[in-house]
C-alpha cells in the first residue's frame, strides 16, 4: 500500500517529535534561504510514520478532517484573529499522515512545537488547528 517511506529511525521512535527535532528542521529551511511561517514535525501513532514539513498554500483536507474544516468555515476562510484554514504547518504535516493512513484519526497524532525559520522561536498554534488536532491545546 501507499505507506510511504518509514526509515528506521522513524519505526522506532516512540515519543513526539522533540523542539530540537524542530528547530533541526527549521535550520534546514534557512540554510536553504527558505522562509515559511512555521515548520513543524508529525507522528502517525499507529505506525510511528514522521512527516517534516512548513506552512504553504491550502491543501484539500484529508476525509478524516474534512468536518472540521467545514464547521471552522471552510478551506482558504479567515477566521477574524486567526490563520487561513488550510495554510499552518501542523495542518499540512497532519493531513499528510492522514491521507497516508486512511484509519488513523486526527486525535492521534503527535506534534512537535512549531518554528518560525526567520526567528528560530516556537510559533503558538492557532486555534483552527487546535479544533482539528484538540491535543495541541495543551
Known amino acids: 500500500g501507499g505507506q510511504g517511506v518509514v526509515t528506521v529511525d522513524d519505526a522506532v521512535a516512540e515519543e513526539a517529535p522533540t523542539e530540537q527535532q524542530a ?3 527549521a535550520q534546514e529551511y534557512r540554510n536553504a534561504k527558505q522562509g515559511p511561517a512555521g515548520v513543524v514535525l508529525a507522528r502517525d501513532r499507529q505506525t510511528g510514520d514522521i512527516v517534516k514539513t512548513s506552512s504553504g498554500p491550502q491543501a484539500e483536507p484529508a476525509p478524516q478532517l474534512q468536518s472540521q474544516v467545514q464547521s471552522l468555515g471552510g478551506l482558504g476562510y479567515k477566521p477574524p484573529g486567526s490563520n487561513t484554514i488550510g495554510c499552518c504547518a501542523e495542518y499540512h504535516a497532519g493531513n499528510q499522515l492522514l491521507l497516508r493512513n486512511p484509519a488513523l484519526s486526527p486525535e492521534e497524532i503527535q506534534f512537535s512545537p512549531v518554528i518560525r525559520p526567520s526567528t528560530m522561536s516556537i ?13 495541541l491545546k495543551q
Open 123 to 135: 510559533v503558538n498554534t492557532c486555534d483552527n488547528c487546535k479544533a482539528m488536532f484538540p491535543q
Open 23 to 25: 528547530m533541526d528542521l
